[in-house]
C-alpha cells in the first residue's frame, strides 16, 4: 500500500527529474497550494493548472537549476511535513541562493489537497534582486 509519505517522496522526485506531469497528477483537482509571503510566486493557488501556471512555469523562466532537495520528513495523519533547502541561480542577475524550506503537504485518499510553503523569502529575494 502507498503511504502519503510515499506520494510525497514522489513528488520531490518528479521536482529533481523534470517530471512536472507527475507532480501535478498527484493535486487533487480542486487542491490549493500556497506560496509563502514574501516569495515572488507568494499566493495561493487552486488546481493543478494554476500551480503549473502561477508557479512552475514562471520559476523555469526564472530559475537555472532550481532545485528543491527535502532532507527530512514529519508524518502525523494525512499530514507530511518536508524539510529541506532550495537552490538555483537567477537567470536575470546571475545570483545564485541557497534556502531553508518546510513543505506542509495535506493529503486525502492518494490525492494533495494543501501545500503550503514556508521558505526564508530574503535568500531568494537577494538572489533576484
Do not use: C
Amino acid at each position: 500500500m502507498t503511504t502519503n509519505l510515499d506520494l510525497v517522496r514522489g513528488a520531490y522526485a518528479g521536482f529533481a527529474t523534470g517530471d512536472i506531469p507527475a507532480v501535478l497528477g498527484l493535486l487533487a483537482p480542486d487542491a490549493r497550494w500556497t506560496e509563502a509571503a514574501g516569495f515572488p510566486y507568494a499566493g495561493t493557488y487552486v488546481g493543478p493548472d494554476a500551480v503549473l501556471q502561477g508557479l512552475f512555469m514562471r520559476i523555469g523562466q526564472d530559475w537555472d537549476g532550481f532545485a528543491v532537495l527535502p532532507s527530512g520528513y514529519v508524518t502525523e495523519g494525512h499530514t507530511v511535513v518536508a524539510l529541506g533547502e532550495y537552490s538555483g541561480r537567477n537567470k536575470s542577475t546571475g545570483r545564485s541562493f541557497v534556502a531553508p524550506f518546510a513543505h506542509v503537504w495535506t493529503l486525502r485518499d492518494g490525492k494533495v489537497v494543501r501545500f503550503v510553503q514556508h521558505v526564508d523569502t530574503v535568500l531568494v529575494a537577494r538572489a533576484m534582486a
